[in-house]
């Protein structure tokens, strides 16, 4: 993430997902939390995530 604008919206985009109960953008650790649904398919739903958060930041990689 080059700026904490980004992480903001990033962290926006992710909420709006379906599957997602709530994520949350740390900008100076670089890192994001997910909590899922119950019952949401965490594969699926960080493979959108990860879609949305490459619109942002296109060079950004989720690790799960």
């Known amino acids: 993430m080059d700026c904490a604008n980004c992480a903001n919206l990033m962290e926006e985009a ?3 997902i379906d599957g997602v109960k ?3 953008v740390n900008f100076m650790t670089l890192k994001m939390q997910v ?3 119950e019952g949401a398919n965490a594969k699926e ?3 959108r995530v990860l879609a949305e958060c ?3 930041e296109p060079d ?3 690790y799960f």
Do not use: L, P, S
């Open 22 to 24: 709530n994520a949350v």
């Open 60 to 62: 950004c990689e989720i």
């Open 45 to 47: 739903v960080m493979t």
């Open 35 to 37: 909590e899922f649904d």
């Open 54 to 56: 490459k619109k942002i």
């Open 14 to 16: 992710a909420n709006k």
